[in-house]
């Protein structure tokens, strides 16, 4: 028993990494491969279930920040490198962080209680999967798009504002911030580095206070589900944001919008039609 419900958390560890900054909704998988098939709330508990994802969700975070490592060390002036400069600033990464950190801090509670369930999410999903499928059709019409480093204060509130608007479970933050920076002409590389840099300090503090709020739900017996799940998402957080990053530019948006669209038909079939999970939220 022991070495199947490791299995699980190693499952639900390479799911994060997969899937955590891929426009693709971590949550919507979250709900198919937990919720709705492992059930890791029936082997850790209800309330370890939730600490287990936030370090989970830690892995991914690790494995993004090591990727952008030489920006965060350009950005900080830990190390001054003369022939490559960057125009992206820490100060623009600031101001991308204001809008979702404060409608995160005033409005955290009320979608913990009321949007957090598996309707919530689908219609995230498929609003996410439009908006994307948008952005993919104006950029058609872009001839000369930015690189990250044409970013400026405006673009970096604006991104900022539409990562405030993937609070809403299922929406997806890479999703809506990515489709948000080609409408205002990036690249689809540029806007992905942009969105990804700019992730990993919110979700990095939203896990760190999550975790120390949970601490107590950890037990020693726990301790290598928490242990494997860590790994696994770090290990495939990397694998899927590096191929992402190569292949971004080519594939676009419209593969992942597509994607998406199916993950809503299967996660609403099995649930309204099944009554598989309806216990969730």
Known sequence: MFII????????????????????????????????????????????????KVVIQLGSILAAAWIFRSRYIEMLHIKQNEQKQHHLKLSHIIVGLVPAGILGLLFDDFIEKHLFSVPTVLIGLLLGAIYMIAADKFSKNVTNPHTVDGMNYPKAFVIGLSQAIALWPGFS????????GVFLKLDHKAASDFTFIMAVPIMFAASAKALLGNLQYITLSQ???????????????????????????????????????????????????????????
Do not use: C
Request: proline letters at 3%; a positive charge; glycine letters at 10%.
């Open 5 to 52: 419900e490791l299995i699980k958390a190693i499952i639900l560890g390479i799911v994060e990494g997969l899937t955590e900054f891929a426009p693709v909704s971590s949550t919507g998988h979250q709900i198919l491969v937990d919720d709705m098939w492992l059930k890791s709330k029936a082997f850790l508990g209800s309330e370890s279930a939730f600490t287990f």
């Open 223 to 281: 301790i290598p589900f928490y242990i494997v799940g860590f790994v696994a998402s770090f290990i495939f957080g990397l694998i899927s944001i590096k191929i992402f990053l190569k292949l971004i530019n080519r594939v676009k948006l419209v593969p992942f919008a597509i994607y998406r669209i199916i993950l809503v038909i299967i996660i609403g079939v099995l649930y309204f039609g099944f009554g598989i999970g309806q216990n969730i939220g």
């Open 173 to 180: 933050r890479s999703g809506s911030t990515i489709s948000t």
